[in-house]
């Protein structure tokens, strides 16, 4: 059998925060952007619905700005650790957007291994969205068989379509519908990171 290679989402699963949130209490709004958050992992927006109200929410920030909001982001370091330490067989799918995200993944020393949605800019402000990452699709461009790893409903085709499905709720509960159809579910970084390393 091929090596594993292993996909991981960003917000709730490398993330000790979720992001949109934090990028929100800037303009104080982090309770609007947290509801349709919680909404979402419920099942009861679509991603896509929940993620465009969100951006037009937020879009009003200077991309500068975020980014400089972003660099106090935490990440689970054991993860992060393990990525870097296989970084050839890691890939990060994220439903965040390319502007957004970029600088934070590359500090961590993970630049160009990441998918994420794009967004329509001019100058310092986001127009709009070019494009939201159906995560399914990236998990079924790949030669080899994948483990996958998320928090929220937006990552249960992801799992589903993944030889090995993993749930984690080390920073929020795991959505429902993702723990339905995960294969594992994991609250503690380090035994996630226990079984991961198992794959090798």
């Not at 934090?22 to 896509?48: D, P, R, V």
């Amino acid at each position: 059998m091929s090596e594993y290679k292993f996909v991981f989402d960003l917000d709730s699963t490398l993330t000790k925060q979720e992001i949109l949130p934090e990028i929100a209490k800037y303009i104080g709004e982090h309770e609007s952007i947290s509801k349709i958050t919680e909404e979402t992992m419920l099942g009861n927006l679509s991603f896509e619905e929940s993620f465009e109200k969100r951006v037009d929410i937020l879009k009003k920030i200077p991309i500068s700005k975020v980014k400089e909001i972003l660099l106090n982001i935490e990440f689970n370091g054991e993860l992060v650790n393990f990525i870097l330490d296989n970084i050839d067989r890691c890939t990060i799918i994220t439903g965040n957007l390319d502007v957004w995200i970029d600088e934070i993944i590359s500090n961590l020393g993970i630049k160009n291994k990441y998918f994420s949605s794009k967004a329509k800019v001019t100058g310092d402000f986001i127009d709009g969205i070019e494009n939201i990452i159906k995560k399914e699709d990236i998990i079924k461009a790949f030669n080899e068989p994948v483990v996958a790893i998320g928090d929220g409903s937006n990552d249960i085709k992801m799992v589903e379509y993944a030889e090995i499905g993993i749930g984690f709720g080390g920073v929020r509960p795991i959505a429902p519908g993702l723990l339905e159809v995960c294969d594992y579910a994991f609250y503690e970084e380090e035994r996630l990171c226990q079984f991961l390393k198992q794959l090798l």
